[in-house]
């Protein structure tokens, strides 16, 4: 196994949740969508989205 010094900042704290999710577990295991947010989910995929481009949102916010 490669020592810390030698991991990205990526794989360290990619490695830490892993580690902190093995310690604490999944807290959303087990439960289920209800029906309304499931309906909800479909309709949204059903219409195409529109992408904003990283330019165009620095058009419209404007930056520092």
Do not use: T, Y
Not at 12 to 38: A, T
């Amino acid at each position: 196994m490669a020592s810390v010094k030698d991991l990205s900042i990526d794989d360290l704290e990619h490695l830490i949740e892993q580690k902190v999710l093995e310690m604490l577990g999944d807290p959303d295991s087990g439960l289920e969508l209800r029906e309304e947010f499931k309906k909800e989910l479909e309709a949204r995929l059903a219409r195409p989205s529109k992408r904003v481009s990283q330019q165009e949102v620095l058009n419209r916010f404007g930056h520092d």
